[in-house]
């Protein structure tokens, strides 16, 4: 904000404070002060150019809508925004623990999920994921990532009212909720999809909408696909519309247009009114797409992140509390500008996928060898304070093989020849192999791409039948697992993935499974496993316990916070990966079949004056690690 404007700037703060009681403008002044910088700058570069008509006007009626949303946040989530502010690290401590879960594959309802709070604080969760709830796109809706209102719940699963129930009770036992908020498109039946077919020429203008071809089929030259075999190209024709509508995704998600201002007022309104009934973390979704520009590849675009930053600044002035999570599905270079840079670092998302990581992990899996995953972790940038990465083993999509391909090129090799073999390892189609997956948008012409399967399933525990073999995959699980539990970021366990249970092989979801393979993951929740959990010696129980022990040390050992350092050891076997954090932790990963031993002395450069013993069982270790197959060490001392 330029000092040049003081009357705009009194302006905009008598917006914000019009719309407030007295005993809440203290409390906006501060923030106004301390955040509209950010606000107006950011709005100013996307939409203020060439004193835009009516530019000032228009803030001014945003600050008033800000001040509107924070007038009616409830006392209690005012508290605490409170809380958070005086506490910004809480979410990167070792105590949190995420888990997500589709709403009606976990517990039916929100009302179902309530009842199953008790569960997840069994488990340690403190943040939980629910995939998309608000009102979806009638009939076909990509699981609900085809958004038809934003203030409405899926009928199928509540109401707004059972939201806030929910929220509460949450909160009351610790858990935060993260929801999506599908920010780069809406559903074909959404009111401003709908306007805009009918003729409304304001709603038209939410889109990006072509009388022909010339400029898609120019686009589209430039373009990727994400799903080049499901939902080809990136334009729809839409007879309606008289022309061509911009469809990154399924052809009924239509991508909004934030070149547009009052879709950027919209949205920052219905994420307000989102915070509004409790929701603490939006993730959001598809975040690099949002700005097209003629002659690039449309993602990861600079106004991505000024409009990123506009919608943090919009938090920072109503909600402080909530995060932002970026889910940008790209290579690890291309993630610090999502936690803000130059000068706005730090004040951009609080949290981002680490999908490299993940599928790294899987690489190394399928391969017995940790050269990808060596290069992803020396790779990955330090991150401004009160951010982190979001640590995961499995999620609802397929394992994305595209973010590797720096790391890949890095060592002289083609990505095809590298992952090709790797994507038929999780496929089940190489020879010995124990994964039953399957590869996501593959052809003739495309032979890696994605990668779909529960953890049980591309680990082998599904298939495993004699001892060893489950004993094995078992391993591989908790290998994963204590990979995302130990790297340092928030560590988030995929719904069923803590009862061993498979892929989805249902009747009742094959038609799902035949039109996109992603629904292989999204099974109901096993309630058989689900019980047994508890029964010693039952298979559930078994993971069960293991991801429970995991998390217990974890949760034990403050170097494990998501903001304590990070070093990667080298060590000679291209199949061992070695961690370390701080001074006083040390993770040995064996992705090997066979079984392997260390001494402690060839642990790089690490200081072994102080005795290390194990985090698991207390006892002091020998001077030479042994481990088994798959097995893994997490050696810690006092500091
Ligand atoms: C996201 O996906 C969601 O996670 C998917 O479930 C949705 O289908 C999609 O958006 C559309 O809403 O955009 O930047 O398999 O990782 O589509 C990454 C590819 C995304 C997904 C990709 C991802």
């Known amino acids: 904000m330029k000092p040049e404007h003081p009357d705009l700037l009194a302006a905009l703060r008598r917006s914000l404070l019009s719309a407030l009681p007295m005993d809440r403008q203290a409390l906006a ?29 228009w803030l001014g009626e945003l600050l008033q809508t800000i001040g509107q949303c924070l007038a009616a946040r409830p006392a ?38 309530r009842q199953r709070v008790p569960y997840l604080r069994e488990l340690g969760v403190t943040y939980l994921h629910l995939l998309p709830f608000l009102k979806m796109q009638a009939g076909d809706n ?38 999506d908020f599908v920010l780069n498109h809406v559903a074909s039946d959404h009111p401003w999809a709908q ?77 307000l009114g989102l915070a509004n009934h409790g929701v603490e973390v939006f993730r959001l979704d598809s975040s690099p797409f949002l700005w097209k520009r003629p002659g690039t590849s449309c993602v990861n675009q600079p106004e ?21 999570k970026a889910e940008a599905i790209v290579p690890t270079a291309e993630l610090p500008p999502y936690f803000g840079s130059g000068e706005a670092r730090g004040h951009e998302c609080h949290l981002a996928y680490h999908s490299s990581l993940m599928a790294a992990g899987w690489a190394a899996l399928a391969e017995q060898r940790t050269d990808l995953l060596a290069r992803v972790i020396d790779g990955t940038p330090e991150l401004p304070s009160s ?56 052809s003739a012409e495309v032979p890696v791409f994605g990668s779909n399967g529960m953890t049980a399933a591309l680990t082998g525990l599904s298939t495993a039948t004699t001892d060893d073999e489950i004993v ?95 070093r990667r050891l080298t060590t000679a076997d291209p199949s061992l990966l070695v961690l370390a954090r701080g001074d006083a932790f040390v993770a040995v990963m064996n992705f090997s079949a066979l079984p392997k031993t260390l001494p402690l002395s060839a642990l790089g450069d690490i200081d072994n004056s102080a005795p290390w013993s194990d985090a698991f069982t207390g006892q002091a270790a020998t001077a030479a690690l042994s481990l088994a197959p798959w097995d893994l060490c997490w050696l810690v001392r006092q500091p």
């Open 195 to 271: 306007a805009a077919l009918r003729g409304e020429a304001r709603y038209r203008d939410y889109f990006h909408v072509f009388p022909d071809r010339s400029l898609p089929d120019a686009y589209e030259a430039q373009l990727s696909q994400v799903f080049p075999e499901v939902a080809p190209g990136n334009f729809t024709a839409v007879p309606a519309l008289g022309g061509w509508v911009w469809s990154t995704f399924y052809p009924y998600q239509w991508d909004l247009n934030y070149g547009n201002r009052a879709v950027f007022a919209d949205i920052a309104k219905a994420l």
């Open 76 to 113: 209690e989530l005012l508290a605490l925004d409170e809380d958070r502010l005086a506490h910004p690290d809480w979410f990167l401590q070792s105590r949190m623990l995420g888990y997500c879960a589709y709403v009606d594959r976990f517990a039916g309802t929100l009302d179902g999920v």
């Open 472 to 566: 094995h995959a078992e391993r591989r699980i908790r290998l994963l697992y204590a990979l995302a539990l130990s790297f340092g970021g928030l560590p988030l366990i995929y719904m069923g993935d803590e009862l061993g249970q498979g892929n989805d092989e249902s009747d009742a979801h094959a038609a799902l499974r035949d039109a996109d393979g992603r629904w292989l993951q999204r099974p109901l929740l096993d309630t058989a496993r689900w019980i047994a959990r508890d029964r010693p010696g039952s298979p559930s129980a078994r993971i069960h316990a293991l991801l429970r022990e995991l998390v217990q040390v974890r949760k034990q050992l403050p170097m494990l916070a998501a903001d304590q350092p990070r």
């Open 387 to 442: 951010a982190t990465w979001l640590t995961y083993v499995r999620c609802h999509d397929d394992i994305v093989w595209s973010t590797l391909k720096p790391e890949i090129a890095a060592g002289g090799e083609s990505f095809s020849q590298r992952l090709t073999p790797v994507s038929r390892f999780l496929a089940g189609e190489v020879d010995g192999s124990f994964a039953r997956g399957q590869a996501f948008q593959t």
């Open 304 to 324: 991505v992140h000024l409009i990123l930053q506009a919608l943090r600044a919009v938090i920072e002035l109503a909600a402080p509390g909530v995060l932002l």
């Open 29 to 57: 002044e501060v923030r106004f002060d301390r955040h509209v910088g950010a606000l107006v700058g950011t709005l100013q570069a996307l939409y203020g150019k060439d004193d835009a008509t009516g530019f000032d006007g």
């Open 142 to 179: 990509d699981g609900g990532f085809a958004v038809a209102s934003f203030e409405a719940i899926e009928p199928r699963l509540g109401t707004m009212a059972d939201l806030d129930a929910l929220t509460a009770q949450l909160r009351a036992s610790g858990i935060s909720l993260c929801g």
